[in-house]
């Protein structure tokens, strides 16, 4: 589901955003991400919407189990404010592209981000 970022403040609940590690682990089965994202406003980048989609060779299930999760977060895309945020998160840090953007999308929507990533911690906005 795609919401225009600027009504967050008109929401409630507990939000967070979710690095593509631990929906992948969800998917798998674990009850301890669901746990962790139990009663949650789950935000997610676009770049963790298109990994998601990454894996080779998966099987219509898996897609329907993919799309069903992706209509239960909420998709950032990537606004001028994120790609900001990207180009001097680049320029101090060691952070691939994609991680990059993740971490920047949290940054710019002021929530923390929930990751098994250890390389994240390397920004201390996060």
């Known amino acids: 589901m795609r919401l225009p970022i600027k009504n967050l403040s008109e929401m409630s609940g507990i939000r ?8 992948v682990y969800l998917l798998n089965g674990s009850e ?15 770049i963790t919407e298109l990994e998601l989609f ?4 998966l099987t ?17 895309d ?4 994120i790609k900001e945020i990207t180009k001097d ?17 949290a940054i710019y929507l002021g929530l923390p981000l929930l990751t098994a990533d ?4 390397k920004i201390k906005d996060l």
Do not use: M, Y
């Not at 219509?60 to 950032?76: G, H, I, M, P």
């Open 60 to 76: 219509t299930q898996d897609k329907r189990e993919v799309k069903s999760l992706l209509n239960s977060c909420f998709v950032a």
């Open 32 to 46: 301890q991400v669901g746990n962790h994202l139990d009663g949650k406003e789950c935000w997610i980048s676009v």
């Open 78 to 81: 990537l606004l001028p404010g």
């Open 54 to 57: 990454g894996k080779r060779n």
């Open 89 to 105: 998160l680049q320029q101090s840090t060691t952070l691939k592209l994609p991680d990059t953007i993740i971490a920047a999308t």
């Open 16 to 23: 967070i955003v979710a690095d593509t590690n631990p929906l």
């Open 118 to 121: 250890k390389a994240f911690k």
